[in-house]
């Protein structure tokens, strides 16, 4: 199912603002919504040969956006699960940055004022892919009142906070790519009803990446703490992807990003 022209209008206006945002220019994707752009990313390589921010760690950076507006929501906090002392506030344009250790796999939970809370199961090879084409994961919160909008829209049926909410993002790197025409699933959920993004900001039902690289698994029974994501490549595709599990927790948004490799 479509959504209307006013949950449409919405997410162009998210991109637009997105593209306001930048505070050191580019036009890098911000990944689950529509193409837009916000600020480039420093490199951890520093300036003129001075280490960067995370010697010896992955400098792992989010935009933390209200997910109807596109605006950042200055001071929500991005931490990482199991040592909440690595934790940050989000500057006005809603950026966090985060050092994670290096080949590991980490939760990273997002929360605002006002805002359901959202998890984001971080592979730190896949953030490395990230911060070299000079992307930020996003990280789009959204309220009580514009999940029920939102969902509605979506699904026919409000947000649910005794379930729990999956979005699977597939991507090509190094560009960042959708890989367009892969095919998504999350094991042992019922219902396994899908919905994919296209990049005007539209979903339609369906478990196939589209434009818009995410997969939305709204209102879900889990069958445990995480899934495992499974990812069929569509033909033609000579590459590989990464694999990968989604964390399922009750009444949050949860997203985790799968990378492909050609």
């Not at 921010?53 to 596109?70: E, K, M, S």
């Not at 990230?130 to 999940?147: F, K, V, Y």
């Not at 939102?150 to 699977?168: G, I, K, S």
């Amino acid at each position: 199912m479509w959504f209307n022209w006013l949950a449409k209008r919405m997410w162009l206006m998210a991109a637009v603002a997105a593209l306001a945002m930048g505070c050191g220019g580019g036009d890098d994707e911000v990944i689950d919504a529509p193409p837009g752009g916000a600020d480039a990313l420093p490199s951890d390589g520093g300036v003129d040969g001075m280490p960067g921010p995370c010697p010896g760690q992955i400098a792992y950076q989010a935009g933390i956006l209200d997910w109807v507006t596109g605006q950042g929501i200055f001071e929500a906090t991005a931490t990482e699960v199991g040592n909440e002392t690595n934790t940050a506030e989000a500057a006005p344009n809603g950026r966090a940055s985060l050092c994670l250790p290096p080949a590991t796999i980490i939760d990273v939970h997002f929360e605002a004022d006002g805002y359901i809370a959202r998890t984001h199961r971080v592979d730190t090879l896949t953030a490395e892919l990230l911060a070299a084409a000079e992307i930020a994961e996003p990280a789009r919160l959204l309220t009580p009142e514009d999940a029920n909008d939102v969902y509605v829209n979506v699904t026919t049926e409000a947000f649910d906070p005794n379930l729990v909410h999956a979005l699977v993002d597939v991507r090509v790197f190094p560009g960042g790519e959708p890989l367009t025409g892969a095919q998504v699933g999350v094991a042992d959920v019922s219902p396994d009803a899908a919905y994919a993004l296209a990049a005007d900001g539209t979903f339609a039902a369906g478990d196939q990446v589209t434009t818009g690289g995410v997969v939305f698994f709204p209102n879900i029974n889990p069958g445990g703490d995480e899934a495992a994501i499974t990812v069929t490549t569509p033909p033609g595709f000579s590459g590989t992807c990464a694999t990968g599990t989604v964390p399922l927790i009750t009444g949050e948004l949860s997203y985790t990003l799968i990378a492909c490799q050609n």
